[in-house]
């Protein structure tokens, strides 16, 4: 398993209140998955040639630019593997940080998370984008110096803990503080193919409970089946019912945890699969664990 798998698998499985990776550069043999997870995350395009998919929205990236994750909203990003992508990502707990609010007077710090639907703020390496840069170079050296004290001596450096937690306050204040201008509201200019796959992408959230074709998806979009695959593929990076799947997978996480006493069986034609037994099959392919194991851990 390639240091980007073990990055993911880290971001699914940890129970840790903060992940910090700063500047990993891509390699061409991997794929990137379509994911999802329960930390906010703070993603800063550094340099390549990089379209980021979230939800149903496409976004053309470029260096210095800040996008803010609630994480539960699916997305991926879809580099062109003829460049070096470079990208530093911040996930942490926001149960962890919400227990600070009440002390540090500030209510609405995670605002840019919550109510701003998944926002890309268009630094452009100014000033502000090269604090946050600084920010979460400082904040992953650290995070690293903790696990490496904790693998020796057996125990946590709590003073170095708590360094990094208001490292990361810090960091939340600022990107309050940026989330406020008018500047960081960006409006794409889309061309007729990135239009054209957001629409699919749309239509796919809305209706990926029922029984879903491409010949229905192509009639309902007044598109032609080869023009609707193709230019899914081609923008996003993955295919029409990779997606679907995708939104699947999203839906069954999110029931798991708020249903508990529902069955699988439920669970599982609620959200569109055929039968009980490919569900779970796909469930344990993706996620590495069962339906019910999982229900069980993020019941705990």
Known sequence: MDQFNDIYKQLNMTDN??????RIQGLESYEFPFHSHHEYEIYFFCSGDC??????HIYELEPGDIILLDGLTLHKPNPNKNTAYTRSMLHFSPDWVKELLPSLGIPNLLDPFRKLNNFLIRTGYNESGQYVDEKMKRIAMMQSQLGEEKQRTGKENE???????????????????MSQEELAQVSNKKSEKELHAENIATWINDHFKEKISLDRLAEELNLSKYYASHVFKEVTGFTVMEYVMGCRLREVKFLLETKPKETLADISREVGFESVAHFSRFFKEKVGMTPSQYRKTRLQ
Do not use: S, T
């Open 17 to 22: 209140w903060l992940n910090a990776f700063y």
């Open 51 to 56: 379209k980021y998919l979230i939800n149903n």
């Open 159 to 177: 003073v170095l803990k708590a360094e990094v937690k208001l490292e990361l306050i810090q960091l939340l204040v600022k990107i309050y503080k």
